[in-house]
């Protein structure tokens, strides 16, 4: 199985920035697509940001322009940089890999909290 480790939240101000990283237990991003993904308390989990195995990248309207998903292959790490961070952006944070070809494939990492407040 593979397995995800998210890091890097915490609490920033607004206008702020923020770095998450998620560590998988193995070089998976040939076959995998990956994806951010976020809840805030008494809402549904929506998709943040995600990137193919192709490099396409992808952005829910809400932080484009402000966050950049990226990967680093040596690593195994997936990056979510987080600028311009609003309140809203308020949410525990998750990691996800879904294998690209065989969809019943995937695997979530535990979450980690980004607080935005003064």
């Known amino acids: 199985q593979v397995q995800l480790v998210e890091s890097g939240g915490g609490l920033v101000q607004p206008g702020g920035s923020l770095r998450l990283s998620c560590a998988a237990s193995?070089?998976?991003?040939?076959?995998?697509?990956m994806g951010w993904y976020r809840q805030a308390p008494g809402k549904q989990r929506e998709v943040v940001a995600g990137l193919t195995t192709d490099g396409t990248t992808s952005y829910a309207d809400s932080v484009k322009g402000r966050f950049t998903i990226s990967r680093d292959n040596t690593a195994n790490t997936v990056w979510l940089q987080m600028n311009s961070l609003k309140p809203e952006d308020t949410a525990v944070y998750y990691c996800?890999?879904?294998?690209?070809?065989?969809?019943?494939?995937?695997?979530w990492g535990q979450g980690t909290q980004v607080t935005v407040s003064s």
């Open positions: 996800h890999a879904v294998r690209y070809d065989i969809r019943k494939y995937d695997y």
């Open positions: 193995e070089n998976i991003f040939s076959f995998y697509d």
